[in-house]
């Protein structure tokens, strides 16, 4: 799966956020909520998208992740 089938960026809609294809459902949102524990189902119902759609999400997620990372504190035991 290629996520840019199914993610856009225009500066018209959502600040220019990334958001699913066709809508104004931000990537952002839609991995917020799987984070929270939120089912495939539960979302795909309540944004009216796709199980691509949150695949798409997923996999741009993680293509943003190989890029860039957050400095987190080490510990030492």
């Not at 991995?31 to 009216?48: F, M, T």
């Not at 992740?65 to 987190?72: K, S, T, Y």
């Amino acid at each position: 799966m290629d996520w840019r089938d199914r993610i856009s960026v225009d500066p018209q809609v959502c600040h220019g956020k990334p958001c699913i294809k066709g809508t104004r459902v931000m990537v952002s949102v839609v991995i917020d909520n799987l984070a929270a524990g939120e089912s495939h189902e539960s979302i795909k119902r309540g944004y009216n998208i796709e199980e691509e759609d949150i695949q798409a999400a997923l996999h741009y997620a993680a293509e943003l992740a190989r890029d860039r990372f957050a400095v987190l504190p080490t510990t030492v035991s």
